[in-house]
């Protein structure tokens, strides 16, 4: 039975959205594989990759879901924003097109998740600024998530800068906030599912509690 047990002690689920093609599928690949890919794919051929990462000794296994090609068509099914613990959002630094969607997709986040998502802006391709291609600064990149009183990182999936740190970080706050008593792990809703990792190790304590009972009713 172990065996079967999942190996970690909390699932957190991950969403991305954003315009087409801001890359959110190689922000996906690169932090669940290490790898990019540079010609541009409607759907690279994976809907969701999960990775583990330990904070505190406990382990957060991140599922990071991917939209498959839907946003080419503005609208998300509701199914996909489903039970999510964190949405990143994200638009490339070298178009101001998909700058100006951020507060759509905002907007949609809101209506279609929970109140207590967390929520992080991300600015794409920021490799592509030393070939003069950037068109949104950092600042205003800051000052949106500002106003929406959520965190902001610029990122580079092709090489890789800044990816870790978004998924750490976030991980590592929701992780906080589930100590804090923050969310109500009862209700699906809140995109965060308690593995038996932990029920594991405290059911191996109990035991042993239980045995020296038994000894010292049997001295
Ligand atoms: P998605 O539609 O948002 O999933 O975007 P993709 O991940 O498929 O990427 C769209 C295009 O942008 C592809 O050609 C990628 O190779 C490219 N791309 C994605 N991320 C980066 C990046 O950080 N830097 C550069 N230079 N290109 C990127
Ligand atoms: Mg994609």
Redesign the pocket.
């Known amino acids: 039975m172990a065996g079967r047990a999942p190996q970690f002690d909390y699932l957190l689920k991950y969403i991305i959205i ?10 996906l ?1 690169r932090y669940s594989t290490g790898e ?7 759907t ?1 051929g994976v809907e969701f990759a999960a990775k583990n990462v330990n904070i505190d000794n406990l382990i957060y296994r991140i599922q990071l879901w ?2 498959s ?1 839907q ?1 080419q068509f503005k609208s998300i099914t509701r199914n996909y924003y489903k039970n999510s613990a964190c949405a990143l959002v ?1 638009y ?1 630094i070298t178009s101001r097109d998909s700058f100006n969607s951020v507060a759509t997709w905002i907007d949609e986040i809101r209506a279609q998740c929970t109140q207590s998502i967390y929520m992080i802006l991300v600015g ?5 600024e030393s070939v003069g291609k950037r068109q949104v600064e950092t600042a205003e990149g800051q000052e949106l998530a500002e106003k929406y009183e959520i965190k902001f990182y610029e ?5 890789g800068t800044n990816v870790d740190d978004v998924f750490f970080n976030s991980a590592k706050e929701i992780a906080k906030r589930i100590k804090d008593g923050f969310y109500n792990l009862q209700d699906d809703s809140c995109g965060i599912k308690k593995g038996n990792l932990q029920n594991e190790e405290q059911n191996k304590k109990l035991d042993k509690k239980d045995l020296k009972k038994k000894k010292k009713k049997f001295c």
Do not use: W
């Not at 990019?36 to 409607?42: A, G, I, L």
């Open positions: 954003g315009d087409a093609s801001v890359g959110k599928s190689n922000l690949l990019f890919r540079s010609e541009y794919q409607t690279i991917d939209t090609g946003e994200v490339d794409n391709k920021i490799d592509l990122t580079s999936a092709k090489a």
